[in-house]
């Protein structure tokens, strides 16, 4: 049996009037991510670490922040496609564990429909998904609420 484990980081500035999309849910706030897509940091450094585990690169790589056709673009299909790519690769995903930096709003409320919304998009049970939330003690961008982060990483499993 192989294994791989991936990483994945993902930071987006946080600006008035905008939507907040964490984790393919929308969060009640009076900011949100300044972005090319629906800037959903959890979801693109989970992309990351999905991509990284099988050695292709990053998101950026197969979906440009450059390019008109994902102007907007919900995070989930995006998931969707990069968990396509973990199959047809032949792996499977064993978990996937998240962490978000954010000073306000609080997360923790919303983690479970974050998890729900991940499992249903990467077709995986929600238990093999973990979210965690945190803040930075009001240090750094994060603290400032000039942006938000995410942290993800990954184990994939082939037979």
Same mark, same amino acid.
């Given at each position: 049996?192989?294994?791989?484990?991936?990483?994945?980081?993902?930071? =987006?500035? #946080?600006?008035?009037? &905008?939507?907040?999309? @964490? $984790?393919?849910?929308? %969060?009640?706030?009076?900011?949100?991510?300044?972005?090319?897509?629906?800037?959903?940091?959890?979801? =693109?450094? #989970?992309?990351?670490? &999905?991509?990284?585990? @099988? $050695?292709?690169?990053? %998101?950026?790589?197969?979906?440009?922040?450059?390019?008109?056709?994902?102007?907007?673009?919900?995070?989930?299909? #995006?998931?969707?496609?990069?968990?396509?790519?973990?199959?047809?690769?032949?792996?499977?995903?064993?978990?996937?564990?998240?962490?978000?930096?954010?000073?306000?709003?609080?997360?923790?409320?919303?983690?479970?429909?974050?998890?729900?919304?991940?499992?249903?998009?990467?077709?995986?049970?929600?238990?093999?998904?973990?979210?965690?939330?945190?803040?930075?003690?009001?240090?750094?961008?994060?603290?400032?609420?000039?942006?938000?982060?995410?942290?993800?990483?990954?184990?994939?499993?082939?037979?």
């Amino acid at each position: 049996m192989d294994f791989r484990t991936g990483n994945g980081y993902d930071v =987006h500035q #946080l600006a008035e009037g &905008l939507p907040l999309v @964490l $984790g393919g849910v929308k %969060i009640p706030h009076t900011k949100g991510c300044v972005a090319h897509s629906d800037g959903d940091v959890l979801i =693109h450094a #989970l992309c990351d670490a &999905l991509l990284g585990a @099988l $050695g292709l690169g990053d %998101i950026g790589q197969h979906f440009p922040d450059t390019s008109e056709e994902y102007a907007g673009i919900d995070s989930r299909i #995006l998931l969707s496609r990069v968990t396509a790519m973990v199959r047809e690769a032949g792996w499977e995903i064993v978990n996937v564990d998240n962490t978000l930096l954010a000073q306000r709003p609080k997360i923790a409320p919303f983690i479970l429909q974050m998890r729900q919304a991940l499992a249903e998009t990467m077709r995986i049970p929600v238990r093999s998904i973990s979210i965690k939330a945190t803040t930075t003690e009001r240090l750094g961008f994060v603290g400032r609420e000039e942006g938000v982060a995410a942290y993800a990483t990954c184990l994939l499993r082939r037979e």
